[in-house]
């Protein structure tokens, strides 16, 4: 599973490059917040589509060869996005980025799921990876094309490098430890039935969610600075303190679900967020960055368990179950970015993310009577 967490961290480091990088576009291209939005857009269109079919793919086959081959994909792409000054060629090298990313996630789920045996803790894990990549993404950017520009972006393929490497031994690994099972100590279970209607109105929430995590990852660095007069450090600091709440977030999540259950978890977790963001939102200097980090933990403390919970859900379709909760939910947010983006253009900034204030109240509201997967009795309140 360690194996498996640091090439998932080497993989969303390209999610969270993407945003790193929207700043840096403003400066050098004088992109209006429109324009810079629809970057992050180009890397969510093409990921939102593609995503469930990879899953769905990984339900009829096995695919490992993806994981590799798609790090690097989702490496390249962030790294030719600085080359040249062509807008539609910086939205195409995102755009390739993200279709390397959308064939990674449901894979990689999936060879997570095997690992882990079921294990939410162990499946925060490998979510944990992926949140810390995404942390590691502003200062990475901010190291590399803060000092050497936009055209430095190519150094940013190292991460794929090693994320590659990191997946082929993690296969490895996973099937040596299978192999190692007798075939008789894991007899064959017929899975249950899929329980659609939950898991669609899951995938709402989700969507709610990611929303909000796509507006405040794209804008808060710009608002950061807006909002504290801390010029670009702030920005910078604002970013990774969204991404590093996250990581711990997410441990958090497995091991507040063992004690409590995942769905209450998720409930509570979506109420904190709603007064987190409007925080963010409200509250000037340097009191916004503690806002930040309650709602990176709301956002965060849900991740891990959005997947399993769409997985218990989906019991016979275990790729698309991931394709969608851990990738086409996810990237929906991107395709509000340029919505956002031009609502600033015409107001400001404060205005354009104040209703993401109301996103994570709708998305508890769709998961206030889902059941435990599997359960029989009363829903949860």
């Given at each position: 599973?360690?194996?498996?967490?640091?090439?998932?961290?080497?993989?969303?480091?390209?999610?969270?490059?993407?945003?790193?990088?929207?700043?840096?576009?403003?400066?050098?291209?004088?992109?209006?917040?429109?324009?810079?939005?629809?970057?992050?857009?180009?890397?969510?269109?093409?990921?939102?589509?593609?995503?469930?079919?990879?899953?769905?793919?990984?339900?009829?086959?096995?695919?490992?060869?993806?994981?590799?081959?798609?790090?690097?994909?989702?490496?390249?792409?962030?790294?030719?996005?600085?080359?040249?000054?062509?807008?539609?060629?910086?939205?195409?090298?995102?755009?390739?980025?993200?279709?390397?990313?959308?064939?990674?996630?449901?894979?990689?789920?999936?060879?997570?799921?095997?690992?882990?045996?079921?294990?939410?803790?162990?499946?925060?894990?490998?979510?944990?990876?992926?949140?810390?990549?995404?942390?590691?993404?502003?200062?990475?950017?901010?190291?590399?094309?803060?000092?050497?520009?936009?055209?430095?972006?190519?150094?940013?393929?190292?991460?794929?490098?090693?994320?590659?490497?990191?997946?082929?031994?993690?296969?490895?690994?996973?099937?040596?430890?299978?192999?190692?099972?007798?075939?008789?100590?894991?007899?064959?279970?017929?899975?249950?039935?899929?329980?659609?209607?939950?898991?669609?109105?899951?995938?709402?929430?989700?969507?709610?969610?990611?929303?909000?995590?796509?507006?405040?990852?794209?804008?808060?660095?710009?608002?950061?600075?807006?909002?504290?007069?801390?010029?670009?450090?702030?920005?910078?600091?604002?970013?990774?303190?969204?991404?590093?709440?996250?990581?711990?977030?997410?441990?958090?999540?497995?091991?507040?679900?063992?004690?409590?259950?995942?769905?209450?978890?998720?409930?509570?977790?979506?109420?904190?967020?709603?007064?987190?963001?409007?925080?963010?939102?409200?509250?000037?200097?340097?009191?916004?960055?503690?806002?930040?980090?309650?709602?990176?933990?709301?956002?965060?403390?849900?991740?891990?368990?959005?997947i399993t919970l769409g997985q218990d859900y989906l019991p016979r379709r275990i790729g698309t179950a991931s394709g969608v909760t851990l990738g086409l939910t996810v990237s929906i947010g991107g395709l509000a970015s340029p919505l956002i983006g031009a609502l600033?253009?015409?107001?400001?900034?404060g205005i354009a993310l104040a209703p993401l204030i109301v996103l994570p109240a709708l998305g508890r509201f769709l998961l206030r009577n889902l059941r435990e997967p599997g359960a029989q009795g009363p829903p949860g309140a």
């Open positions: 599973m360690l194996l498996l967490s640091l090439a998932h961290a080497c993989v969303d480091v390209y999610q969270g490059a993407v945003a790193a990088l929207v700043p840096f576009f403003v400066a050098e291209r004088a992109y209006t917040y429109a324009a810079a939005s629809g970057i992050v857009l180009a890397a969510s269109l093409l990921s939102s589509v593609v995503q469930p079919l990879f899953g769905a793919l990984t339900d009829r086959w096995a695919l490992p060869w993806l994981l590799p081959v798609s790090t690097l994909v989702g490496g390249a792409g962030v790294a030719l996005a600085g080359v040249g000054g062509s807008y539609a060629l910086t939205l195409l090298a995102v755009a390739v980025s993200g279709v390397g990313v959308a064939a990674y996630h449901p894979e990689a789920a999936r060879a997570a799921r095997r690992a882990s045996r079921g294990s939410h803790a162990a499946m925060s894990w490998f979510s944990l990876g992926g949140n810390l990549g995404f942390a590691t993404a502003p200062l990475l950017t901010a190291a590399t094309v803060g000092t050497g520009g936009l055209r430095a972006s190519p150094l940013l393929v190292v991460p794929a490098l090693a994320g590659a490497v990191l997946c082929v031994a993690a296969l490895r690994g996973v099937r040596a430890a299978e192999a190692a099972v007798p075939k008789s100590a894991a007899p064959a279970q017929v899975a249950p039935a899929d329980d659609w209607p939950s898991f669609l109105r899951l995938s709402g929430a989700v969507v709610c969610r990611s929303i909000v995590f796509a507006g405040l990852s794209t804008f808060i660095s710009l608002y950061a600075r807006q909002r504290t007069g801390g010029g670009e450090v702030a920005g910078t600091v604002a970013l990774f303190v969204l991404y590093l709440g996250g990581a711990v977030g997410t441990v958090a999540g497995g091991r507040l679900a063992a004690r409590h259950g995942r769905l209450p978890v998720v409930r509570w977790s979506y109420a904190l967020t709603v007064l987190a963001v409007a925080g963010v939102v409200l509250v000037p200097g340097p009191a916004l960055f503690v806002f930040v980090v309650l709602a990176s933990a709301g956002l965060y403390v849900p991740f891990s368990l959005h600033a253009d015409a107001t400001s900034l």
